[in-house]
């Protein structure tokens, strides 16, 4: 089964930057488009990003309004995925996890993101 661990989250002030990270328990990078999503107060996790490698290359796709701000990359030497976050705000603040762009894979747990003064 494979395993995914977040990291990277931590206290920012707002306009501020993190870069998460997400590591694969095996190689399933070469398999999935590959997705970040973030909790909502109600514990539903949205979708802000996604990355699928395809023969043309690695597309990215942002699906809420929210994530301008945020880069989606990939190495897959390292069975990582990660989100860039820039220019940050307090709206921004909350667990965010990697999974499959469809969810297909075991939670995580998440890692957190807190944007204050």
């Known amino acids: 089964q494979v395993q995914l661990v977040e990291s990277g989250g931590g206290l920012v002030r707002p306009g501020g930057s993190l870069r998460l990270s997400c590591t694969a328990s095996?190689?399933?990078?070469?398999?999935?488009?590959m997705g970040w999503y973030r909790q909502t107060p109600e514990k539903v996790r949205e979708l802000v990003a996604t990355?699928?490698?395809?023969?043309?290359?690695?597309?990215?796709n942002y699906p809420h309004s929210m994530n301008t701000r945020f880069t989606i990359s990939a190495d897959h030497a390292k069975n990582t995925v990660y989100l860039q976050m820039d220019n940050l705000t307090p709206a921004h603040a909350t667990v965010y996890f990697c999974?499959?762009?469809?969810?297909?894979?075991?939670w995580g747990q998440g890692t957190q993101v807190s944007v204050s003064p």
């Open positions: 999974n499959t762009n469809t969810a297909t894979i075991a």
């Open positions: 095996r190689n399933i990078l070469s398999l999935y488009a």
């Open positions: 990355l699928a490698l395809l023969n043309s290359g690695p597309v990215t």
